[in-house]
């Protein structure tokens, strides 16, 4: 696609239920990053992709995120066990190239997580 | 360790004024910086993307300067709409370390008003 697809667009939980969100890239886009935007304005990178393969994973919580891009399906984000400052935005990022100063990414509308 | 900085942190003007917000950070070592709007509720639209060989870029009525060895730059709308009003956030990628993830600043929020 065009755009960076993410679903759904809010997800309730209650605490110690798992969360799982989807991740769209645009189609040719061989990268895919993870950001968590908890306060307005503060984002924190939790992971990226280069296809499926991790490439960077310095920003997750590893006991309880997951992350994976499977061949031809979206890429996910996982959390298993949600805890209440797991509540945010979290936003996919996906761009067609990235050790390179042309690395502009594009951005999904993202998943509003709200942990109960 | 990066840190973007974001000056001012909210702005309100009338229709048709010329702006300038500021990014700044502290280290020089990047890769590119890029600037970004979000609007309340939604994700983040591309702007402007300089790289570290540019100067500036230009798109409509929006132009991004870039000053690496002062750690600066900034984002000049001219003859600012309504249509303008969001967050504007800049993203710097650094060099080093072999990290290329960007870091935001907190962004400018701006209200332009009929």
Not at chain 1, 47 to 71: H, W
Not at chain 2, 68 to 75: C, E, I
Not at chain 2, 97 to 114: A, E, N, Q
Request: neutral net charge.
């Amino acid at each position: 696609g065009e755009e960076v697809a993410q679903t759904p667009k809010h997800l309730v939980r209650g605490e110690g239920q798992k969360a799982k969100l989807y991740c769209a890239p645009i189609k040719g886009h061989s990268y895919v990053f993870w950001y968590q935007q908890v306060l307005k304005n503060e984002f924190k990178f939790l992971i990226s992709f280069q296809n499926e393969n991790v490439f960077d994973e310095t920003g997750m919580p590893k006991e309880r995120f997951s992350a994976k891009c499977l061949p031809n399906s979206p890429c996910s984000l996982e959390i298993q066990a949600t805890k209440l400052e797991d509540s945010a935005v979290y936003f996919c990022a996906s761009s067609q190239f990235f050790r390179s100063a042309y690395n502009e990414q594009f951005f999904g509308p993202g998943t509003r997580l709200t942990v109960l | 360790k990066q840190e973007v900085t974001q000056i001012p942190a909210a702005l309100s003007v009338p229709e048709g004024e010329n702006l300038v917000l500021n990014c700044s950070f502290t280290d020089s070592a990047i890769y590119n910086l890029q600037w970004f709007r979000q609007d309340p509720g939604k994700g983040l639209t591309s702007l402007l993307l300089i790289q570290s060989s540019q100067r500036e870029q230009t798109s409509g009525r929006l132009n991004a300067s870039l000053d690496k060895s002062s750690g600066r730059s900034t984002l000049y709308i001219a003859a600012s709409q309504p249509g303008d009003s969001a967050t504007y956030l800049c993203a710097v990628s650094t060099t080093k370390g072999g990290s290329y993830i960007p870091t935001f600043g907190r962004g400018t929020s701006l209200i332009v008003h009929p």
